[in-house]
């Protein structure tokens, strides 16, 4: 009687699904970012393709395609091609797309691809290892700079190390939640679902520096014009955000994403301000080259489901009666034509003073 084989084990779940998730990232064809309007019909053409659609603004979207793989007769790379070329002959918006077996993968397959290209990962489990092991750890999606810092300090310092060490070291580096989470991504494993939504529950606003930006000053003065805006447009449509997301966008192309609910739906621009300088803070970029960053507002809703807490601050009622004459002025003269003042940065100082001569 031979002795029975040891049963081999299933590979991860993430690892074993194939290749069926698409990142996709729209641009111009002279690399600008496209228009809301234009955004919002490049993801009427992703809905041709799949219903599972996940919109995520200003310029990118996930979209699950394993549905649509025998009705186009195509594997994902191949529709990934259809959409490249249907956006380009239609709108001439250049596609950015990486498909891989969950979002983390089909993101940073996307981050390599270069631009209006595609970029794959192959659904074996070796191969997946072997396209992460070198990576740095901020590649892992959720993994910000400070995590970053973190993992570094003990020696973790690539995906490949992050995946060979045992997940409770991990769980005392970074917390139990966050530990977890990133020991699976660091094997390729991302559960997270595609989750399909609107573009229409959001708004946002992008700011490209014109080179990569080290001071911290002259991002938080970014983010103020950057909530300055989403406030007046919020204001102008009638809606109210109850959370925002910001999203940075560092010099090697990876990005970080960070959201935060609101205490109360609200379009007052003071009040953005203060949530996106929060997240901003929170992130610790001290030393980060960022190259953009992107405010959204999400989860909208009508203005007048919004109560606005009373106070009895005179500041605060001014600074609503300001916003109201500011939304006038640019109604009537132009978005252009009001600005927040921080957002010019600090005045120079004076220079010295000439003596008058007496005549």
């Known amino acids: 009687m031979t002795p029975k084989a040891p049963p081999v084990p299933p590979p991860p779940a993430g690892a074993r699904r194939p290749p069926g998730t698409l990142y996709v990232r729209f641009r111009t064809a002279a690399g600008e970012p496209v228009s809301a ?24 979207a996930l979209a699950d395609v394993r549905g649509a ?119 390729g494993i991302d559960p997270t679902p595609v989750t399909p939504n609107a573009a229409a ?52 192309r990876s990005t970080t994403t960070r959201t935060r609910r609101l205490d109360t739906p609200t379009a007052h621009g003071p009040a953005l301000t203060a949530a996106a300088y929060a997240l901003h803070t929170a992130l610790g970029l001290q030393r980060a080259r960022v190259r953009a960053l992107a405010l959204r507002a999400d989860d909208l809703c009508r203005a007048e489901h919004a109560a606005r807490q009373l106070t009895f601050d005179a500041a605060d009622d001014k600074a609503h009666r300001v916003e109201a004459a500011v939304d006038r002025a640019r109604a009537r003269f132009g978005t252009a034509a009001i600005r927040p003042a921080g957002a010019f940065g600090p005045a120079p100082a004076p220079g010295p003073t000439r003596p008058r001569r007496r005549a």
């Open 69 to 187: 793989l025998r009705y186009f007769d195509r594997d994902a790379a191949g529709i990934a091609a259809l959409i490249r070329l249907r956006a380009l002959a239609w709108h001439g918006v250049r596609c950015t797309i990486g498909v891989g077996g969950n979002p983390q993968l089909a993101r940073i397959a996307a981050q390599d691809a270069p631009p209006g290209g595609i970029g794959s990962v192959p659904a074996d489990p070796r191969s997946v290892a072997a396209f992460l092991d070198r990576r740095p750890a901020s590649a892992l999606y959720g993994v910000g700079p400070a995590a970053a810092r973190a993992l570094s300090a003990y020696g973790l310092d690539s995906v490949g190390k992050i995946a060979a060490a045992p997940p409770a070291t991990l769980q005392r580096i970074l917390g139990a939640r966050a530990g977890r989470a990133v020991s699976e991504r660091a094997r």
């Open 37 to 60: 309007r234009r955004y919002e019909q490049l993801l009427g053409l992703l809905g041709q393709f799949t219903p599972v659609v996940q919109a995520l603004p200003p310029d990118a």
């Open 201 to 252: 529950r959001s708004i946002a606003a992008e700011h490209r520096f014109a080179h990569d930006e080290l001071d911290p000053d002259r991002r938080r003065r970014a983010l103020l014009s950057l909530a300055d805006e989403l406030g007046a447009r919020l204001r102008a449509g009638g809606q109210a955000a109850r959370a925002l997301t910001l999203t940075v966008r560092y010099a090697d």
